[in-house]
């Protein structure tokens, strides 16, 4: 692409107010596109208790949006974000599971209805800043992990179709983190030393257990041992998960053997919550998982049984693994190492080499000869 051609593409960045977005709009302008920026209302700004820094991140975006020289719109999501996000975290929650709302927010917002919004607006592409890339390679689009490998966030990506990859830039895919940081001290950015988000948006800095019981109620329940042995009290299966530690309640019982106590399975039909002492106690092990809604990124064949790589949560090593379908839209994964701490509701992600192939969502885990006293999923 000629350098005169690229001046005319235009290019709308999500801009969120931290130093990601913030370098990602300032490499594209050098670039020599045009380039604006839009910050993305997600969450319901009008709630008095709202979790979110928004008007902090809003002033941030802002002042970058000044000190690089381009235009910045405020466009809200929050309907969107509830209908299709925040409703499905919310059932999730609801049924024992534990979803990666994350992963829903890129599909269904930043990478759907921001893009719709950008394209409305005459944007040829999106930018975000993400630390992935993209690769046009026999005629589909790739999604590849970013060069930085502690900060690649191709995991959260793997739902994007060809449609979306074709429009969207990621313009720190071949950076370090420490790069962008350098990149935006020397652009004078006031957020250049600005924390890193983490966890989830809409609960920000706020108790989880608080605000999840603003929206479903809780019902306390039994926590029994490996034998059935009743052992304690919880107060809701939706704030655990396994392999969970901490906020267990349960320490300090004389015939406990001194190790910490782990969340190894969930009866959620009988509201009843398992758990087991040792970080590597056999119930928290499994050789394979079932895993739904399948999203795969190319639209070419693929010939199974397929021998990959894959990650059951963000920033674990990929692990070597066999996909097969099984029907109903289901899919067998058989791990060649047994995985600590599989469970229900998060996302298996596939790779190759660096390019992700898609993924789905975790039903349960299979292949443990431990067995609990009772059915308990997870």
């Known amino acids: 692409m000629s350098a005169k051609t690229m001046s005319r593409e235009r290019i709308i960045v999500g801009m969120s107010g931290g130093v990601d977005s913030s370098v990602a709009a300032l490499l594209l302008k050098r670039q020599g596109y045009d380039v604006s920026g839009v910050f993305m209302k997600n969450w319901d700004e009008t709630d008095p208790e709202g979790p979110c820094q928004a008007e902090i991140d809003a002033r941030d975006a802002l002042a970058v949006c000044d000190l690089i020289g381009i235009p910045l719109d405020a466009v809200s999501f929050a309907r969107e974000y509830w209908d299709k996000v925040f409703a499905h975290f919310l059932e999730e929650y609801r049924c024992g599971r534990t979803p990666n709302p994350d992963i829903l927010c890129n599909k269904e917002i930043k990478f759907r209805a921001f893009l719709d919004y950008a394209l409305a607006q005459g944007a040829?592409?999106?930018?975000?800043?993400?630390?992935?890339?993209?690769?046009?390679?026999?005629?589909?689009?790739?999604?590849?992990k970013g060069c930085d490998a502690g900060k690649d966030q191709s995991y959260f990506l793997y739902a994007l179709g060809q449609a979306q990859l074709a429009r969207v830039c990621f313009p720190l895919g071949e950076y370090e983190k420490s790069e962008i940081r350098g990149l935006a001290r020397e652009a004078g950015f006031p957020n250049h030393e600005k924390k890193d988000s983490t966890g989830i948006c809409f609960i920000g800095e706020r108790n989880f257990t608080a605000f999840l019981e603003r929206y479903l109620p809780a019902r306390d329940g039994e926590i029994r041992d490996p034998q059935g042995v009743v052992i304690g009290r919880h107060h809701g299966l939706m704030f655990h998960t396994i392999g969970q530690r901490k906020g267990l309640g349960i320490g300090g019982r004389r015939e406990d053997s001194g190790e910490p106590w782990y969340v190894v399975g969930k009866d959620v039909a009988r509201n009843i919550l398992y758990v087991a002492q040792g970080a590597h106690h056999p119930l928290l092990y499994h050789r394979g998982l079932i895993a739904q809604n399948i999203h795969w990124i190319s639209r070419g064949d693929l010939a199974f049984p397929l021998e990959v790589r894959a990650k059951i949560r963000y920033r674990q090593a990929d692990q070597a693994c066999t996909v097969a379908p099984i029907g109903g839209g289901r899919y067998r994964v058989t791990f060649n190492d047994r995985q600590r701490?599989?469970?229900?509701g998060q996302s298996i992600v596939f790779y190759q080499g660096d390019v992700c192939l898609g993924g789905g969502i975790i039903v349960s885990a299979t292949g443990n000869e431990a067995q609990l006293p009772e059915a308990a999923n997870g």
């Open 341 to 344: 701490a599989i469970a229900p």
């Open 124 to 144: 040829e592409r999106i930018a975000t800043g993400h630390y992935a890339r993209v690769r046009h390679h026999r005629g589909e689009y790739q999604l590849l």
